[in-house]
């Protein structure tokens, strides 16, 4: 009898191990596909940052040119037209930097699924561990 009852040990023992062997591995494929997505979205937003500057760069030559002079006509002194036009600018392009600096934090780059789920594996196999020594 205590042969039957060592291989039937053995045998759990490798079950749970195979299992616990599959949830890893499970994990860390679950790990690099989203890290792989959320790399994805950091490229987008560093070619919304590119494509920001390229935009105020072409835009402030042409249309900084434009306002001014129409603020000009309009009996503003060409320095103060300069001034507010260049201003404006700024502000616009703060606000697109803004918004794709905040895109790029480390917290959004996470696995966070990942986290959750490790977390709830442990739970798991805690809960699962204190009811088999019951």
């Known amino acids: 009898m205590p042969d039957k009852q060592n291989e039937s040990t053995s045998g759990l ?8 062997s599959g ?3 499970s994990e860390v494929d679950l790990a690099r596909a989203e890290i792989n997505e959320n790399l994805r979205q950091a490229g987008v937003a560093i070619g919304m940052i590119i ?3 390229a935009l105020a760069l072409t835009a402030l030559n042409v249309l900084a040119a434009a306002i001014s002079a ?8 060409p320095g103060w037209s300069a001034l507010i036009v260049g201003v404006a600018f ?3 392009a703060w606000a697109l930097l803004a918004r794709a600096l905040n895109a ?13 789920n490790i977390k ?4 798991a196999m805690t809960g699962a561990t204190s009811h088999a020594e019951r």
């Open 120 to 123: 709830r594996d442990t739970r």
């Open 13 to 20: 023992i490798t079950e749970v191990l195979r299992h616990v």
């Open 104 to 116: 790029l934090k480390l917290s959004s780059l996470a696995p966070k699924r990942t986290a959750e």
């Open 70 to 77: 129409g603020l000009t006509e309009l009996g503003l002194e």
């Open 23 to 25: 949830l890893v591995r």
């Open 90 to 92: 700024a502000l616009i």
């Open 51 to 53: 494509a920001a500057v």
